[in-house]
C-alpha cells in the first residue's frame, strides 16, 4: 500500500495565552502564513490553545475560513457526569475541534495520569470523532536504564491496545528529557524511535494503519533543527511547545519546506 502521511506542525500553548490573546496571535499566524503563500495541503497546520480559548479561536477560524487547524490539550474519559472540573469530548467535538492531546508527558508525571487512563481517554476521542494525539516518551532516567525505545513503546501499546485498526490517530514521539530543555534529541534518535512506533503500530493495528498514522517528533524543535527531522522518513512532524508561541518562529517551523528545500 502507498500511503502519502500529509506533514503536521502542532502546536501545544500550554497553559499561556488568554482568549484575548488567542485571537490576536492567530491571526497573525494566518496573515504570516498567507503572506508567505503557505500551502496548508503540503503541511497542516494545528493549534492547540488553552480550553478557555478555544470558542473564540474557533468563531475567528470560521468567521475568516482560516485553514488553521484547532486541538485542544487534554479531555476527560468520560462523555458527561459528575465529574468535575473536567472536558468532555463532546464538548470539544461540537466546537468543530479535530485533535486532542492525549498523554502529555507533563500530565502524566504532574496529573498522575496512568497508562490505563491515556487508554481511556484516547477512546474517549475516539469515541467522540476526535483524532487522538497520543504522547509518548521516556525520561533520562528510562533512556538510561531500558534504552531509547522501550518505554515509548510499551506507552503506546498499552494506549491503543482497545482501538479499532481503523481509528485515526497521532503519534507524537517526545523524549521528556528533551521538553522544554533546549536540548533536543538528534534525528538519527528521533527515527530510531519514530521507526519502533510505526513496527507497534503495525502489531497491534495492521500495517495499513501504521502505513497511514503520521508520527510526530516533540521536544526543544526550532525553525532551526525541524529540518534534521524532517528528512526522516519515520517522522511525519512535530509537536512544538516553546517555539508555538513565538508567531515568526513557529510559522517559519510550518514552512519548513521552502526553506529546507525537503
Ligand atoms: C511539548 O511540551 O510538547 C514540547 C515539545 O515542548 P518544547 O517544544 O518546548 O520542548
Redesign the pocket.
Known sequence: MVTTRTPLIAG?W?MNLDHLQSIAFVQKLAWSLKDAKHDYSTVEAVVFPPFTDLRSVQTLLDADKLHLGLGAQDLSAHDSGAHTGEISGAFLSKLDIRYVIVG?S?RRTMHGETDAVVAAKVLAAHRNGLVPVLCVGETAADLEEHGPSAVPVAQLRAAVADLPADAEIVVAY?PVW???SGKAATAEQAEQVCAALREALADVLGSDSAAATRILY????KSSNIASFMREPNVDGA?????SLDVDEFASIVRFPSHVGV
Not at 516533540?218 to 524543535?221: F, L, N, R, T
Open positions: 501545544n500550554k502529555h507533563e517526545e528533551a521538553i522544554g516533540g521536544g526543544s524543535v509537536l512544538v511547545g516553546g517555539a
